[in-house]
């Protein structure tokens, strides 16, 4: 009796998780796709993605803020700031970036999916999914320093707690690479006026 209750609650679980992916599918644009389309194309670091890109170039977040995307070597790095001169991007940000992003593969998991790193005046934030443990992260630097992750009944083993490890480790490479970032782009702010 009792194995019948696991295997209908396992059974119930399965249509949920998978009836909750079906209405992110619907409900998100498609972005992975666009970029992906277009990755077949690139040859090195492009510049800003177009509407035509499916994604738009220059948004208004709000009537002061705005955010500009770029495309560096297939993962997006999104801008924001109140002017037009605060979303220029340097050539050592774009190496930041795709040092990042292979430094992770690397020293962490290579089964990842990376959402967008997001550069703000006082923070950034970038988070993913790492694939083969099951595992949301975000790393957050700023006002809400730190490593967060997100999951649904992940299981507390070894190799779970290594991926921790790893994270954790991985997130001080972070914090001093785009600390440096936020620095130079104070800098490089102030200098001009």
Do not use: C
């Amino acid at each position: 009796m009792g194995n019948l209750h696991n295997e209908r609650y396992d059974e119930i679980k399965s249509l949920l998780k998978k009836s909750r992916m079906l209405f992110e599918q619907e409900t998100q644009d498609n972005l992975a796709y666009s970029v992906e389309r277009k990755i077949d194309q690139d040859v090195d670091y492009e510049t800003a993605l177009t509407d035509e890109e499916g994604v738009e170039d220059f948004e208004s977040t709000t009537a002061s803020d705005k955010s500009q995307k770029y495309r560096i070597s297939g993962g997006i790095l999104t801008l924001h700031g109140k002017s037009r001169s605060d979303l220029d991007i340097t050539g050592d940000e774009k190496v930041a970036f795709q040092e990042t992003m292979d430094e992770f593969v690397t020293e962490v998991s290579d089964l990842v999916d990376f959402n967008t790193l997001n550069v703000y005046k006082n923070n950034v934030d970038w988070s993913g999914k790492i694939i083969d443990e099951d595992i949301d992260f975000t790393f957050t630097i700023g006002e809400n320093s730190g490593v967060y992750i997100d999951g649904e009944m992940m299981k507390v083993d070894d190799n779970f707690l290594a991926m921790i490890n790893k994270l954790q480790k991985f997130y001080q490479k972070f914090k001093t690479k785009w600390g440096r970032v936020l620095a130079n782009r104070k800098i490089t702010q102030e200098s001009p006026e």
